[in-house]
């Protein structure tokens, strides 16, 4: 079984705008409103690439209660840890250019935190955890490095889609899956920028370290791919960029649904970044459909 946690999970409301015209009243043209948080994406592009999952983490309120309500209506498990206080709410204003506004989540106790390491306690040899995003401030530095050890324990395979202190300290846990982009390999290393050698230079390092499966996106610049006896560099399909929420979450349930369905490396990688591309150029989520029309246009070079 695969199973997301989402710490910080919110509700994304999408506001629509000819023209956004500050201090003053303004009309939407359209909104759309979504549970969102990295692992619920994860989640729901996995159901919707026809794998199963467990959605893990904390919500709370009537906030908290939409997104189980949602998910639940996508057929998605839900097994979250409730606290008190509301789930966040970020409002994302599309006009023109996108402007994000991020609700502060609720305060998560030692309690509640200890509940959520129990059921990461639950796991068993051969389940997947996904642990996606950021923390509430509320909880300690190192929660990410408990849930992954307690993973670890259980002989559960870890993937992780974070950033900052949490990245460098998870991959000492040889994750099976890490999947950052390229500004976030170039803080993991301490360099302003980085070049497309430099990502070939810093993936196989990270390999040698003991990830099992990199990938390094890069939007509409194409990503890279690494294991241990193979190095890819795929390009991205071209086409309008609609929504700029979730594509990498969507290359994280690609190549995860392509290796559950017995895909082979390449084939999981390029479903990967055909499932990034669909929902960049989607106003949600991807769906299958959009994402297999993609994937024969996504061409991988063998590095």
């Known amino acids: 079984m695969i199973y997301t946690c989402t710490l910080n999970p919110s509700v994304d409301y999408i506001v629509h705008l000819d023209e956004l015209h500050v201090g003053e009243l303004n009309r939407s043209v359209k909104t759309f409103t979504f549970p969102g948080g990295k692992g619920v994406n994860v989640s729901r592009v996995l159901k919707r690439l026809g794998v199963d999952s467990t959605a893990l983490g904390f919500v709370g309120g009537f906030t908290g209660g939409y997104i189980e309500s949602e998910l639940r209506k996508e057929g998605i498990a839900c097994d979250f840890v409730h606290v008190p206080g509301q789930t966040r709410i970020n409002v994302k204003?599309?006009?023109g250019r996108e402007t994000e506004i991020n609700g502060e989540g609720p305060a998560v106790a030692d309690d509640d935190a200890a509940q959520l390491?129990?059921?990461?306690?639950?796991?068993?040899?051969?389940?997947?955890?996904?642990?996606a995003g950021s923390a509430p401030t509320s909880l300690p530095a190192d929660v990410y490095e408990q849930l992954a050890a307690e993973t670890v324990k259980r002989q559960a395979r870890l993937v992780i889609d974070t950033s900052g202190p949490a990245l460098g300290a998870l991959l000492a846990c040889r994750p099976f899956l890490a999947k950052p982009n390229h500004h976030e390999l170039a803080e993991l290393f301490g360099v302003a920028m980085v070049t497309r050698e430099d990502i070939v230079l810093y993936g196989r390092r990270l390999v040698e370290k003991g990830v099992e499966h990199l990938i390094v996106s890069m939007g509409g610049d194409g990503a890279f791919y690494f294991n241990e006896e193979t190095a890819l560099f795929a390009?991205?399909?071209?086409?309008?960029?609609k929504n700029s929420v979730g594509a990498g979450d969507s290359m994280v349930a690609g190549f995860?649904?392509?290796?559950?369905?017995?895909?082979?490396?390449?084939?999981?990688f390029a479903y990967s970044v055909a499932a990034g591309s669909a929902t960049a150029f989607s106003e949600d989520l991807c769906t299958k459909e959009e994402?297999?029309?993609?994937?024969?246009?996504?061409?991988?070079?063998?590095?």
């Open 235 to 241: 390009e991205a399909p071209k086409g309008a960029v």
């Open 93 to 95: 204003l599309k006009a």
């Open 256 to 268: 995860l649904a392509a290796q559950a369905n017995g895909k082979s490396i390449e084939e999981a």
């Open 117 to 131: 390491i129990a059921k990461i306690g639950a796991l068993s040899a051969g389940d997947v955890l996904v642990l």
């Open 291 to 303: 994402v297999e029309a993609l994937v024969d246009r996504v061409h991988i070079v063998h590095l």
